[in-house]
């Protein structure tokens, strides 16, 4: 058993192509969802970035772009600055953001993924692109958890667990 302290095993566990499955997959789901209950979009959350679900599935999807512009070493998008409102408008900084991440683990070497950087929102803290990437798909998993409890919490009508284990991923 890997203790942490070893060299994991290349095949152990799922790949960063596996992961962007899952992500794909359930942002779709999502977008369905919401298409079919818009009224879901302006449930309260009561943080302070994210006032309501449509304006927390705007930061899911602005901090992937985030992620991805620290990645790529790049700026960040101005299409993540713009001031968004209608789900197509949301879910296109998804699309965008997929795109970017699909070009960086095309690109991606194992040398690459250990590059350290300074995180752009903590000053002096250093994190690996393996750490910017993982982060691109827990993220997401973690605000549409909250979104999930959220909405059933509102009554809207549930579509089922969104646990990886019952996803197509990983056969």
């Known amino acids: 058993m890997n203790t942490g302290t070893e060299q994991a095993h290349e095949d152990f566990g799922p790949s960063f192509q596996d ?19 818009p009224g879901a979009l302006e449930i309260v959350v009561g943080g302070v970035h994210a006032e ?29 600055a713009a001031s968004v409102s209608t789900l197509d408008e949301i879910f296109a900084l998804h699309a965008e ?7 960086f683990m095309q690109a991606m070497s194992s040398e690459e993924l ?5 995180f752009k929102f903590k000053p002096g803290f250093v994190v690996s692109k393996s750490k910017l990437l993982t982060q691109f798909f827990l993220h997401g ?5 909250q979104i999930a409890l959220l909405v059933r919490q509102a009554g809207f ?15």
């Open 97 to 103: 953001a997929s795109e970017r991440v699909v070009r």
């Open 19 to 37: 992961l962007f499955a899952y992500n794909q997959s359930e942002t779709a789901r999502w977008q369905r969802w919401l298409e079919a209950n």
């Open 141 to 145: 998993v973690h605000h549409w958890a």
């Open 52 to 80: 309501t679900v449509r304006n927390l599935v705007t930061h899911i999807f602005k901090a992937e772009l985030f992620l991805t512009s620290s990645l790529l070493n790049e700026e960040f998008p101005k299409s993540a």
């Open 157 to 171: 009508p549930s579509d089922g667990p969104h646990d990886f284990i019952l996803s197509s991923v990983i056969e």
């Open 114 to 118: 250990t590059q350290t950087q300074e």
